[in-house]
């Protein structure tokens, strides 16, 4: 019996064991499904932790940090997936800059230029979001569109209303865009390269404020080739003198007398003859090359009125071309004072052609420059007169001499009556203050006779001569002015200074 009864409590005690672990492993489980629980629940906070911060990082990665619009990279994206998806889909794409952001941020500051780019991106954008383009900010300020299945009509009119809500940006200053333009034939290609077609073409925008894009051609690239071996030869060609000075005669509309003279360079060069400056000066302005050319045309016509004046020929006062580029200081008019002690040259024999745009588009800095020209004594002439929108400011502002009314002003007005009355009223508001007149481009005879009316005191132009060598010149000057001095005129020449020199020496040997 006690047996039994011991057998009966033993297995109680292990059926109740077997409960208790039961129990336990339940509550176990449980506790262990709940961690897991717990954990997946974490791991999905941390997947869509990291699929957000996945987010923000591609956020990044495709944004431009400065204007928050898809970036280079984005753009890069979005194309390809619009070549892969759509090859057959026509497309053209369109890159700008704000070509004057370089002048912006040098008068009012890097984040007025900042302000002035995100203006623009925010006007592609919404451009860009309304017509449905790829869009991008690439880098720095170059901005680019992708447009389908456009016409051309269509691409100059989005320019134009990128053009003007951009430039609506400030009344105060100019907003210049300029636009390179590249129909996508090969979708296969880099986006990259579709990028550099873009911004070779927008290399060819010359003056924004009249045409501000070029599409792309292949000539444009043979043309860079050209451009690039040319500058490469150019230093070379200053050595060689290859560089040749041509003389332009102005004539006095009373006495029909050469009364100066316009300097213009020509390039000699191999295997194409002689060029003229439009082949090359464009290019010079644009890498800064022209200076040293001008530093070289200057020095030519100081060399020429030495010549004259040592072969006792009455010098002809020399009109040189300045490139706007000197205006951004001072320097080169410590030069021009060297040359003129150098060869022994009255400054009076000198005029300096400043041109128009160099001006108008100028801030203080080419007011002082200006300024310091006058006081160091040359005679200021400001070329290309009227081919700007601003001449009337210019005569005010400015210590100014003369100008020189533009050709194409003179062509746009000299055939009507109220062209004439214009260009009457621009003469005799410059002679009201004082100025000498010069018309530029005078082809014919009528021309003459009716600047000479309207009281434009020189002319210069075809009817006359058109610009020649120095050979050639001396021969008209020959015919047309007095070959030796007059009795009241004195040049000193190289033997009278160094006569000056001894006399000086022999007088300290004296003291
Ligand atoms: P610019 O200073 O306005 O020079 C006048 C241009 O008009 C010259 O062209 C001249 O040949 C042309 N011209 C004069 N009369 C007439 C005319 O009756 N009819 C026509 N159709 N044209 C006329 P060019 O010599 O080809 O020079 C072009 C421009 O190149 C010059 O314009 C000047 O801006 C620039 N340039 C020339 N030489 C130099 C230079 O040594 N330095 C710099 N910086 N620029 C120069
Ligand atoms: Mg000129």
Redesign the pocket.
Known sequence: MFIAVMIVIALLCVIGFLIYRLDLYRSYNNYRIDKIKKLEADLSKEEDLNNNTLKKLNKVAYTNPISKIGNLDFFISEAGKLFEEEPETDCTMICFNIQNIGKINKLFGPTEGDNVVIHAAHTLRDIGQRERHIFAHIYSNLLGIIVKNRSEEYIKEQIAELTRLIAAYNESFKVLTSFGVYHISDKTQPITQMINACMLAQRFVKNPEKCNYVFYTEELEADLTQNKQMSQEMEQALEEHKFLM?L?PMVDLKTFRIVSA?????WDYPGKGIL???AF?PLF?STNL?QK??YY?WEECLKTIRRWIDNKIAPTPIA????PIHFQNTKFIEYLDELCEHYLIDKNLLIL?L?ERGISSGGSQTKEVITTLKEHGYTLCI??FGSMNSPLNLLRDYPIDRI?I??SFLNQNSDTEEGMSILRYLIAMAKEVGLTVIT????TLEQTNLLGEIGSDIA????FS??VDLREFDQLNHSMVQRVYQSNEYYPTFEDLEKDLDLIAFMLEQA
């Open positions: 041509y332009q316009e300097a213009l360079v020509r003229s400056p439009y000066i302005e022209v050319l001008d045309m040189m071309n300045i490139s052609e041109p070329d290309n020189k533009d050709r530029e481009g005078v082809e210069q132009g075809y009817f058109k610009p």
